[in-house]
Nanobody
Framework: QVQLVESGGGLVQAGGSLRLSCAASGLTFSNYGIGWFRQAPGKEREFVAFITWSEGKTFYADYVQGRFSVSRDAAKNTVYLQMNALNVDDTAVYHC?????????????????WGQGTQVTVSS
C-alpha cells in the first residue's frame, strides 16, 4: 500500500523559510516521480515542483523558480521541498503526490497517490 505523509508546514513571516518533507512508503515501481502541489482557499490546486526518483531531474513552476528547491533522500524514501523567500501568496496547503504512469508533471490528474497535505501560512 502506497502512503505519502507530508510534514514541516507551519507559520512563518514573509521572507522566511520552511522545509517540507514527504515520506513515501510502498512505492516499489522503478520509475516514478514526486510532485508538490498547493491549494489556497478558493483557488484550484496548482503545481509547484517535481522530481524524478531515479535521476533526480527537477521541474519548477515559474512562480517558485529560484526560491524553492526540491530534493530526495533515497535512504530515507523522503522528498524535500525547501522554500525560501516566502511571501503571503505562498500560503496554502501543500501536498506531495506520486506519479507512476508518466505524463505531464503539471497536471494533478495524472498523479496516482496523494498525501493529506500540510498547511503553510506566511504572515506579512
Amino acid at each position: 500500500q502506497v502512503q505519502l505523509v507530508e510534514s514541516g508546514g507551519g507559520l512563518v513571516q514573509a521572507g522566511g523559510s520552511l522545509r517540507l518533507s514527504c515520506a513515501a512508503s510502498g512505492l516499489t515501481f522503478s520509475n516514478y516521480g514526486i510532485g508538490w502541489f498547493r491549494q489556497a482557499p478558493g483557488k484550484e490546486r496548482e503545481f509547484v515542483a517535481f522530481i524524478t526518483w531515479s535521476e533526480g531531474k527537477t521541474f519548477y513552476a515559474d512562480y517558485v523558480q529560484g526560491r524553492f528547491s526540491v530534493s530526495r533522500d533515497a535512504a530515507k524514501n523522503t522528498v524535500y521541498l525547501q522554500m525560501n523567500a516566502l511571501n503571503v501568496d505562498d500560503t496554502a496547503v501543500y501536498h506531495c503526490a506520486a506519479q507512476i504512469r508518466g505524463g505531464s508533471v503539471w497536471t494533478p490528474e495524472v498523479y496516482d497517490y496523494w498525501g493529506q497535505g500540510t498547511q503553510v501560512t506566511v504572515s506579512s
